[in-house]
């Protein structure tokens, strides 16, 4: 399995900010040109370690957000 990197980490911090799979991409590879980013983010995001840990940090975020006593939301 491929590790994760850095720039992997700001495309996962990215998707759960906003969601957007291309927005995520350039803030992660700044210099992504336009013919990369139809594909590429895509490409991360079939990765089974990028996405297991988006979908982690989901779920951490939703039991967050449904824990008792929380005032955020």
């Keep these: 399995m491929k590790s994760i990197?850095?720039?992997h980490e700001t495309f996962?911090?990215?998707m759960?900010?906003?969601?957007?799979?291309q927005q995520?991409?350039?803030a992660a590879y700044p210099n992504a040109t336009p013919s990369t980013l139809r594909s590429a983010p895509y490409r991360l995001l079939a990765r089974p370690d990028i996405g297991t840990?988006?979908?982690?940090?989901?779920?951490e975020?939703?039991?967050?957000i449904q824990t008792p006593g929380n005032t955020r939301v």
Excluded at 16 to 21: D, F, K, S, V
Excluded at 53 to 59: E, F, P, S, T, V
């Design 24 to 26: 995520a991409y350039l």
């Design 53 to 59: 840990r988006l979908l982690l940090a989901i779920q």
């Design 5 to 7: 990197n850095l720039a």
């Design 12 to 14: 996962i911090l990215e």
């Design 61 to 64: 975020n939703q039991e967050k």
């Design 16 to 21: 759960l900010a906003h969601g957007i799979p």
